[in-house]
């Protein structure tokens, strides 16, 4: 199996164990064959086996990537640590998130809050009730469903970095750190001790 770099858009097809890329006026078309081919078995994850050496190719064209896509709006400086506050913490008043998220301006963080709100994965609401009028944000379903993301974050730091989260440096599963039945759902549990 041969790897050509191409700068073109190239799409996708598959027929019969071939994967076929077409683009403008050329087409390249991969076999894979498994007697020829050296094929090296990564570890047994809880996502299965992953082969190593081989790419993940996508079954639909693809016009941009999804997690450049997503990092073009979650990867900002601050956003994560925001959305971590306004979920986690409950912090949702403009004070609190300023206050909670350490080196964050004030500019900034009505920058990111702004964008967020743009993008729909927050929503503004007014208490008219009280005077000054109080604002406060809250995750929209949009934000919710990042809630996986942050969790994933959780879990490879207190995997892998617990030497600075935690004040005995022992790693930890995420189902030690949150025993509620109800997250599971949300994150991947990064097991602790196992190889």
Known sequence: MRTIVCKRKL???????????TGRRTSYTFVYLPIIRKVVMAE???????????PLIPSVPIASCPIA?????????????????ISMRKERRFTELLNSVNGITRRVLS???????????????VDKSERPFKIRWQLTNKGWDALPILMSYFAFGSKWYARNVYS???????????????????????EIGKK
């Open 11 to 21: 799409t996708l097809i598959k027929q019969d164990g071939e994967q076929k890329y």
């Open 44 to 54: 047994h994850t809880q996502f299965g086996k992953w082969v190593e050496e081989n």
């Open 111 to 125: 920058m990111r809050l702004h964008e967020l709100e743009e993008e729909g994965i927050i929503k503004r609401s």
């Open 168 to 190: 005995d440096k022992k790693p930890r599963e995420v189902e030690e750190v949150f025993p509620q039945r109800q997250l599971r759902q949300s994150f991947v549990n990064l």
């Open 69 to 85: 896509t997503t990092l073009g709006v979650l990867g900002k400086k601050w956003s994560l640590l925001i959305l971590r506050d």
